[in-house]
């Protein structure tokens, strides 16, 4: 019986997610599998990827081969590299402690360049964060100063009426004061 280990999709449209199976070549893509060796899913940033390497690499020595997208998978958990330092221990080329070692090796290796990565991309997103509330507060400032600059104008036009209508007040006042002083000065004349 060929073994595969392939995706089988899970997941609702647009949003998919997949188990890492180990099936029979000729099973439907969602249909029976033998073994579920993990799971795959795409959706998150990064993608998220839980895998058992122990299984996997147990199937892969027993002739299972994986598809593209699955032997990228293998290869990212390091089931490909774990399979093919006990290729060497069954040779005699290594020891299996010798084995151990340069797979925990690998494996931290791979640890750092991830989060390295996480941490590369989680500045990228603080720096376009940082970027955006900038841009935020530039375009409040502006906002705020045309507000400013509207109530500033608002605020001179009714000073101006305020002071027009006080002058013309004032220049009434002066025309009525103007004749009673006529008539007073005309009454001194008089008298």
């Known amino acids: 019986m060929p073994v595969k280990i392939r995706l089988q999709r899970h997941g609702k449209k647009g949003k998919p997610f997949f188990w890492i199976v180990a ?61 093919h330092l006990l290729a060497g221990v069954d040779k005699g080329a290594l020891t299996e402690e010798e084995a151990d070692k340069k797979f925990e090796a690998w494996m931290s290796e791979k640890g750092d360049k991830i989060s390295t990565a996480e941490e590369k991309a989680a500045k990228i997103k603080e720096v376009e964060r940082e970027k955006a509330l900038e841009a935020e507060r530039e375009v ?33 006042e002066s025309k009525e004061e103007a004749p009673a002083e006529e008539e007073s000065s005309e009454d001194t004349k008089k008298a």
């Open 23 to 83: 099936a029979d070549a000729r099973a439907k893509r969602d249909g029976k599998y033998l073994e579920k060796l993990g799971i795959y899913n795409p959706v998150t940033q990064p993608a998220t990827i839980e895998l058992d390497v122990d299984s996997s690499v147990k199937w892969l020595r027993n002739g299972a081969q994986p598809t593209d997208t699955a032997k990228r998978i293998l290869s990212y958990k390091g089931a490909m590299m774990k399979k």
């Open 140 to 172: 409040n400032a502006k906002r705020e100063a045309e507000a400013k600059a509207a109530q500033d104008e608002e605020e001179a036009k009714v000073k101006e009426e305020a002071e027009a209508k006080a002058a013309a007040e004032s220049e009434k």
